[in-house]
T-cell receptor, first 116, second 111 residues
Framework: NAGVTQTPKFQVLKTGQSMTLQCAQDMNHEYMSWYRQDPGMGLRLIHYSVGAGITDQGEVPNGYNVSRSTTEDFPLRLLSAAPSQTSVYFC???????????????FGPGTRLTVL | AQSVSQHNHHVILSEAASLELGCNYSYGGTVNLFWYVQYPGQHLQLLLKYFSGDPLVKGIKGFEAEFIKSKFSFNLRKPSVQWSDTAEYFCAVNVRGKLIFGQGTELSVKP
């Protein structure tokens, strides 16, 4: 299994440009999520999905869109990049426990995004 | 506001010293608790988790954590750290399907 994969690893954008960060998992996990990591702020949840066709907002959703057309893929779209979106972005996936709890999340290697 | 707080931003220890990293959360009701570790240049990995049962949880690499419900705490401990434990440590709480992270604690272990 490749686990959780993310592309690209690095990206530089100009303010106002759009792009899509790709995330895929081959573990048949229902739950997928996107986080951004900024120094001194830990990881903050952007959007998450509990299954194909279902997405919801996390702590910091503004400026980001997601969709979940398949179980495997969960792309994150920046429609109009801003310098405040300079960050490291992590995708993660997990499956629920039998009690409906959120189980261990498996993280991808991250995408380092710089917006000039 | 609901939050997860890690008291120490940067901890510096010598090898063989004992470690305790604090984590407090402000959510009521049922929570699931996690500690993740991020080694330099790597992505996050699970150290341990608590769902229910024995409040003393053992994880990988000799780490353990104690859930104290009355104090809303889930502190991470290790009796004797090694240089290879140098990393950033994150506490996280699952609240209604959302995983909320603390700010992280950077641990530096001097050989």
């Amino acid at each position: 299994n490749a686990g959780v994969t993310q592309t690209p690893k690095f990206q530089v954008l100009k303010t106002g440009q759009s792009m899509t960060l790709q995330c895929a998992q081959d573990m048949n996990h229902e739950y997928m999520s996107w986080y951004r990591q900024d120094p001194g702020m830990g990881l903050r949840l952007i959007h998450y999905s509990v299954g194909a066709g279902i997405t919801d907002q996390g702590e910091v959703p503004n400026g980001y869109n997601v969709s979940r057309s398949t179980t495997e893929d969960f792309p994150l779209r920046l429609l109009s990049a801003a310098p405040s979106q300079t960050s490291v972005y992590f995708c993660a996936s997990s499956r629920p426990t039998s009690g409906g709890h959120l189980n261990e999340q498996f993280f991808g290697p991250g995408t380092r995004l710089t917006v000039l | 506001a609901q939050s997860v707080s890690q008291h120490n931003h940067h901890v510096i220890l010598s090898e063989a010293a004992s470690l305790e990293l604090g984590c407090n959360y402000s959510y009521g009701g049922t929570v699931n608790l996690f500690w993740y570790v991020q080694y330099p240049g790597q992505h996050l990995q699970l150290l341990l988790k608590y769902f229910s049962g024995d409040p003393l949880v053992k994880g990988i690499k000799g780490f353990e954590a104690e859930f104290i419900k009355s104090k809303f705490s889930f502190n991470l401990r290790k009796p004797s750290v090694q240089w290879s434990d140098t990393a950033e440590y994150f506490c996280a709480v699952n609240v209604r399907g959302k995983l909320i992270f603390g700010q992280g604690t950077e641990l530096s272990v001097k050989p």
